[in-house]
């Protein structure tokens, strides 16, 4: 289905801050992304972007591992800049400016040497028009450096509420690539988080801000469905119920 920028804008906006405590598999995954890309380029990075910066999670990572001369960070949220100034001023860095907006939509800086994303690209419409985009503001031998989620993210979910992205299996991302990138790394896994029950689950997806597919609020009986359903689909052994996820990452150069 297609999202809505402007639900995601306000939910995300305005659960940043609850978004640093509780997105406990979203700052994981920026932890593994930047070791894999430090790993595979361990040189200093002139010019860089960071699509959907949010709370900073992916930023600090970077900053920590990787010396960027030069720093764009861009977000749809206007509180992203002041969630990711408090990481940056902890880490004593000025070398960067903020570009507010809708990354598929937003003009970026040209000739740049590396555009890096965690936990963001899931959200767009059309993803291989942004794939083509990066491309044509890469310098020669430039990188894309990302996570997003696979078709199994959140598949709890979808089969109890019936709603879910559009989500792109590793292949299907690689395959949107080959046009104009050599990927160098490409690697997924899956993991349960276990909650009490599906309120928690529910609570949980709120105060992350992943609950932008939709303003229609629960009401009694859809939410007494909603539990009833995924109770009897998703109950473990110990009477705890699961949220999966589903990360993927990707590391590649342009050709």
């Known amino acids: 289905m297609q999202t809505d920028k402007e639900i995601i804008k306000k939910r995300f906006g305005k659960k940043l801050s609850s978004y640093h405590q509780e997105a406990v598999v979203q700052?994981?995954?920026?932890?593994?992304?930047?070791?894999?890309?430090?790993?595979?380029?361990?040189?200093?990075?002139?010019?860089?972007?960071?699509?959907?910066?949010?709370?900073?999670?992916?930023?600090?990572?970077?900053?920590?591992?990787?010396?960027?001369?030069?720093?764009?960070?861009?977000d749809i949220a206007d509180s992203a800049q002041i969630e990711t100034e408090k990481v940056l001023s902890k880490l004593a860095t000025t070398n960067y400016q903020f570009l507010l907006g809708d990354a598929?939509?937003?003009d970026f800086p040209s000739q740049l040497d590396?555009?890096?994303?965690?936990?963001?690209?899931?959200?767009?419409?059309?993803?291989?028009s942004f794939f083509e985009k990066v491309h044509g503001h890469l310098q020669k031998d430039g990188v894309l450096a990302f996570s997003s989620f696979g078709e199994y993210n959140f598949e709890e979910i979808k089969h109890s509420l019936g709603?879910?992205?559009?989500?792109?299996?590793?292949?299907?991302q690689v395959d949107l690539l080959?046009?104009?990138?050599?990927?160098?790394?490409?690697?997924?896994?899956t993991e349960s988080i276990r909650f009490e029950t599906p309120l928690d689950v529910l609570k949980h997806i709120r105060k992350t801000g992943t609950n932008a597919l939709s303003n229609k609020p629960f009401g009694k009986n859809h939410l007494k469905l909603f539990t009833e359903e995924y109770v009897k689909l998703f109950t473990q052994d110990d009477n705890s119920v699961t949220l999966t996820y589903h990360p993927i990452i990707i590391i590649a150069k342009k050709k």
Request: hydrophobic letters at 40%.
């Open 27 to 74: 700052k994981d995954i920026a932890q593994k992304l930047a070791d894999i890309f430090s790993q595979i380029y361990p040189q200093r990075i002139q010019k860089a972007l960071e699509i959907g910066c949010g709370s900073g999670f992916l930023t600090k990572e970077f900053i920590l591992r990787t010396k960027i001369d030069e720093l764009y960070l861009n």
């Open 163 to 172: 709603i879910s992205l559009k989500y792109y299996s590793l292949q299907e």
């Open 104 to 106: 598929e939509l937003l």
């Open 114 to 128: 590396l555009v890096f994303s965690s936990s963001c690209l899931h959200w767009f419409n059309d993803l291989q």
């Open 178 to 189: 080959n046009n104009g990138f050599e990927v160098l790394k490409a690697v997924e896994w």
